[in-house]
């Protein structure tokens, strides 16, 4: 069996408050993960557009509406990219630095290094995770149970190819296949229609979102509280149910039947939260007219646009027709050059002997390439996380920085039609004179280029190699684009409103933010009116539109159990522990049944 044509992952469904790296609270930050043992670059594509991130082999989602700081999925269309003026400084001075060891600007002053200090994929949000190593070191320990050695017939056809197989199905809901794929009989463990919850003596719920006991009594008023949107709480345990589809009914007992669909629930969370964007202790802040987005006056206009209505104005009062003032017009205006591209600035021509030289090499991670380079590149990490970030050398060590930025699980996958170096994780290097000076970490995917880190020599800062990276990342997309025409986007990780050091991201043009809710695309530009007045925002106006991919069907759920694929159905009738149906379900809202069809979450 090849471990090229599927992913592994082992969900970890703990839900613990942990630091922020950017209000400083050191309890408000909230997130779901999983340990990715395996991951093809598909399913990664399609977790990072349901808001899903990786830091090494760890992938995590925010829990956007209990969270202190949203962090919000930011990409850039890079084909209609446009250049600001302040980029094309940052063009032009690093011009001049390579071609004559010139950093001042042409009115004379020094170039500004904090400008851009922050790199793509840069800041704190990829490096606050709370125990990453202990994560890794637990993961290491399952690693026998996270190997596929065999597959369940039902499943014939889908693990194997699953690249080239997205659209088989499993058995129909409610069917519980035996190991050879015979029906199951006498188990009682058949499923009603698609929303019934059943209980463990097999007794129907009474309406969807009701809970019922083991004896068919309504749970309320037995010690349960319900509290917050998304929040229920037991009377003894008090443990924090903060995603769709959680349920308990007590301190040990939980409903055991088999959930065949929870849109029902979904449904009624989905509700909850969008009438509450923030948490109901916090006060709504509104947006003062004349400062910010007023809806009840007109967009400004630019000034050149004002300056020729005025001009436009006199020449009617002097008599003049429209079609002459237009003549006239039309016959000041100067032919304008061709705007240069980014890619005219990046490759600008040099002198013949320039003061610098510059290379820049993309290197797969792990690779034999990439190990010859592994001890500058450790080097460089180390001098920029202990300038920048006020690590310890301790902090920096040789394993931290593998299980962050070179241990990925992305599979490789070089097919005809990709880029030239395939798609997975890879390093860009920037070596200055033979020296290496700066590292973008990306991940080249199906449908983008998505940055993972970067760090450079602090000693460099004067040339804003933070922006510079973006830029030619940027580049990389379009040149790339030409090999792989799905692959035009250029995603930098988080866009968070709340932190004015992370909103330089909103700079590249055009740029769009992820809908927490619909997960659907929507501009910067449109978005950041409404972050202005609440942190947690549905950016999708239009209430009919739902996450289709957040409706589980759990018998179709893929699992690996003692080595073996098979549909939930039958893991259900080997494991009837009911409090495993609320995290699978669980599991599959936050990664989609997309994924979920296809990827295999480890059962122990």
Same mark, same amino acid.
């Given at each position: 069996?090849?471990?090229?044509?599927? &992913?592994?992952?082992?969900?970890?469904?703990?839900?613990?408050?942990?630091?922020?790296?950017?209000?400083?609270?050191? /309890?408000?930050?909230?997130?779901?993960?999983?340990?990715?043992?395996?991951?093809?670059?598909?399913?990664?594509?399609?977790?990072?557009?349901?808001?899903?991130?990786?830091?090494?082999?760890?992938?995590?989602?925010?829990?956007?509406?209990?969270?202190?700081?949203?962090?919000?999925?930011?990409?850039?269309?890079?084909?209609?990219?446009?250049?600001?003026?302040?980029?094309?400084?940052?063009?032009?001075?690093?011009?001049?630095?390579?071609?004559?060891?010139?950093?001042?600007?042409?009115?004379?002053?020094?170039?500004?290094?904090?400008?851009?200090?922050?790199?793509?994929?840069?800041?704190?949000?990829?490096?606050?995770?709370?125990?990453?190593?202990?994560?890794?070191?637990?993961?290491?320990?399952?690693?026998?149970?996270?190997?596929?050695?065999?597959?369940?017939?039902?499943?014939?056809?889908?693990?194997?190819?699953?690249?080239?197989?997205?659209?088989?199905?499993?058995?129909?809901?409610?069917?519980?296949?035996?190991?050879?794929?015979?029906?199951?009989?006498?188990?009682?463990?058949?499923?009603?229609?698609?929303?019934?919850?059943?209980?463990?003596?097999?007794?129907?719920?009474?309406?969807?979102?009701?809970?019922?006991?083991?004896?068919?009594?309504?749970?309320?008023?037995?010690?349960?509280?319900?509290?917050?949107?998304?929040?229920?709480?037991?009377?003894?345990?008090?443990?924090?149910?903060?995603?769709?589809?959680?349920?308990?009914?007590?301190? &040990?007992?939980?409903?055991?039947?088999?959930?065949?669909?929870?849109?029902?629930?979904?449904?009624?969370?989905?509700?909850?939260?969008?009438?509450?964007?923030?948490?109901?202790?916090?006060?709504?802040?509104?947006?003062?007219?004349?400062?910010?987005?007023?809806?009840?006056?007109?967009?400004?206009?630019?000034?050149?646009?004002?300056?020729?209505?005025?001009?436009?104005?006199?020449?009617?009062?002097?008599?003049?027709?429209?079609?002459?003032?237009?003549?006239?017009?039309?016959?000041?205006?100067?032919?304008?050059?061709?705007?240069?591209?980014?890619?005219?600035?990046?490759? /600008?021509?040099?002198?013949?002997?320039?003061?610098?030289?510059?290379?820049?090499?993309?290197?797969?991670?792990?690779?034999?390439?990439?190990?010859?380079?592994?001890?500058?590149?450790?080097?460089?990490?180390?001098?920029?996380?202990?300038?920048?970030?006020?690590?310890?050398?301790?902090?920096?060590?040789?394993?931290?920085?593998?299980?962050?930025?070179?241990?990925?699980?992305?599979?490789?996958?070089?097919?005809?039609?990709?880029?030239?170096?395939?798609?997975?994780?890879?390093?860009?290097?920037?070596?200055?004179?033979?020296?290496?000076?700066?590292?973008?970490?990306?991940?080249?995917?199906?449908?983008?280029?998505?940055?993972?880190?970067?760090?450079?020599?602090?000693?460099?800062?004067?040339?804003?190699?933070?922006?510079?990276?973006?830029?030619?990342?940027?580049?990389?997309?379009? &040149?790339?684009?030409?090999?792989?025409?799905?692959?035009?986007?250029?995603?930098?990780?988080?866009?968070?409103?709340?932190?004015?050091?992370?909103?330089?991201?909103?700079?590249?043009?055009?740029?769009?933010?992820?809908?927490?809710?619909?997960?659907?695309?929507?501009?910067?530009?449109?978005?950041?009116?409404?972050?202005?007045?609440?942190?947690?925002?549905?950016?999708?106006?239009?209430?009919?539109?739902?996450?289709? /991919?957040?409706?589980?069907?759990?018998?179709?759920?893929?699992?690996?159990?003692?080595?073996?694929?098979?549909?939930?159905?039958?893991?259900?009738?080997?494991?009837?522990?009911?409090?495993?149906?609320?995290?699978?379900?669980?599991?599959?809202?936050?990664?989609?049944?997309?994924?979920?069809?296809?990827?295999?979450?480890?059962?122990?």
């Amino acid at each position: 069996m090849s471990g090229r044509d599927y &992913s592994i992952v082992e969900y970890y469904a703990e839900h613990e408050r942990y630091r922020c790296g950017y209000c400083k609270s050191i /309890d408000t930050n909230y997130s779901h993960g999983m340990w990715a043992h395996s991951m093809t670059v598909q399913d990664y594509q399609d977790l990072i557009d349901r808001g899903w991130r990786r830091s090494g082999r760890y992938c995590y989602k925010p829990t956007m509406h209990v969270t202190c700081c949203p962090m919000y999925t930011i990409k850039c269309a890079a084909l209609d990219f446009k250049l600001t003026k302040s980029q094309k400084k940052v063009l032009k001075r690093f011009h001049r630095f390579l071609a004559h060891d010139d950093i001042r600007n042409p009115d004379g002053s020094l170039g500004e290094g904090s400008e851009t200090s922050e790199g793509p994929g840069d800041g704190p949000e990829v490096m606050d995770i709370p125990d990453l190593h202990e994560k890794s070191v637990r993961a290491e320990k399952n690693s026998e149970n996270a190997k596929l050695s065999s597959v369940d017939p039902s499943l014939t056809g889908r693990i194997g190819n699953i690249i080239s197989s997205l659209t088989d199905t499993l058995p129909a809901a409610g069917q519980i296949l035996s190991g050879t794929g015979e029906l199951l009989s006498g188990a009682g463990q058949y499923l009603p229609s698609p929303g019934q919850l059943l209980s463990g003596t097999g007794q129907l719920l009474s309406a969807p979102g009701e809970l019922l006991s083991g004896t068919g009594q309504l749970l309320s008023g037995t010690g349960q509280l319900l509290s917050a949107p998304g929040q229920l709480l037991s009377g003894t345990a008090q443990q924090l149910l903060s995603a769709p589809g959680q349920l308990l009914s007590g301190t &040990s007992q939980f409903l055991s039947g088999v959930i065949d669909s929870a849109s029902e629930v979904s449904e009624l969370e989905t509700t909850r939260k969008s009438n509450s964007s923030v948490s109901s202790n916090e006060p709504k802040k509104f947006v003062t007219p004349g400062k910010g987005c007023d809806a009840s006056k007109p967009p400004c206009k630019k000034a050149k646009l004002v300056r020729l209505e005025r001009k436009k104005e006199k020449l009617m009062q002097k008599g003049f027709s429209e079609e002459e003032i237009e003549k006239m017009m039309v016959g000041n205006k100067k032919q304008a050059p061709a705007a240069k591209s980014l890619e005219d600035f990046l490759k /600008d021509t040099l002198p013949d002997s320039p003061a610098h030289k510059l290379e820049l090499t993309i290197v797969p991670v792990g690779s034999a390439e990439f190990m010859k380079t592994q001890s500058e590149s450790h080097a460089l990490y180390t001098k920029y996380q202990m300038s920048v970030h006020k690590e310890t050398a301790e902090e920096c060590n040789l394993q931290t920085f593998c299980e962050f930025l070179i241990d990925s699980p992305l599979q490789s996958w070089n097919p005809s039609d990709g880029p030239p170096q395939g798609y997975g994780s890879f390093h860009q290097q920037y070596w200055l004179d033979g020296r290496l000076i700066a590292v973008g970490v990306i991940d080249i995917l199906p449908r983008c280029v998505s940055s993972v880190y970067f760090y450079y020599d602090p000693e460099m800062g004067q040339l804003s190699l933070g922006t510079y990276a973006s830029l030619q990342e940027l580049s990389l997309v379009r &040149s790339l684009h030409q090999h792989a025409s799905a692959l035009e986007y250029y995603y930098m990780g988080f866009y968070i409103h709340t932190c004015p050091k992370m909103r330089y991201k909103a700079a590249y043009t055009p740029s769009y933010l992820l809908c927490p809710e619909t997960y659907t695309w929507h501009p910067v530009v449109e978005c950041k009116c409404k972050l202005d007045q609440n942190r947690y925002c549905r950016f999708e106006e239009d209430t009919s539109i739902v996450d289709s /991919d957040g409706e589980v069907v759990v018998n179709e759920i893929l699992v690996l159990y003692r080595g073996r694929a098979m549909p939930y159905s039958i893991y259900r009738a080997i494991n009837r522990d009911p409090s495993d149906v609320v995290e699978t379900v669980q599991y599959a809202q936050l990664v989609g049944m997309k994924c979920a069809r296809r990827m295999l979450v480890v059962k122990n």
